[in-house]
């Protein structure tokens, strides 16, 4: 069975990686732990700042690339609001 790797950009790469019976199944891990890390960030991602995984097979070539991106949008003029910048954030209580 084949071995891949799951490296976080930015971190230290995975140098053990997972034996995995399929690319398929190296996209499901990827995915849930791409999840759980972002329900363990609890709050503490900020507007641009993103999370970043390669998922690598054996020969070292990438077969897939997760990210999940922040950033902050601006009302522009004839999208409500008073034309001021202001944060698409979700309010406290929603």
Same mark, same amino acid.
């Given at each position: 069975? =084949? ?8 971190? $230290?790469? !995975? ?5 995995? &019976? ?12 791409? %999840?759980?890390?972002?329900? $363990?960030? &609890?709050? !503490?991602?900020? =507007? ?12 070292? !070539? ?6 999940? $991106? ?6 522009? !003029?004839?999208?409500? %609001? ?7 954030? =979700?309010?406290? %209580? $929603?």
């Amino acid at each position: 069975m =084949p071995r891949y790797f799951f490296h976080m950009v930015g971190e $230290s790469p !995975d140098l053990d990686g997972a034996i995995l &019976d399929s690319d398929h199944a190296a996209w499901a891990q990827a995915v849930t732990a791409c %999840g759980e890390l972002i329900r $363990s960030i &609890d709050g !503490d991602m900020r =507007p641009g700042e993103d999370l970043h995984m390669n998922v690598e097979d054996e020969m070292g !070539d990438t077969i897939f690339s997760l990210r999940f $991106s922040t950033g902050r949008r601006t009302l522009r !003029d004839g999208e409500g %609001g008073t034309g001021q910048a202001r944060a698409a954030l =979700p309010s406290e %209580g $929603s």
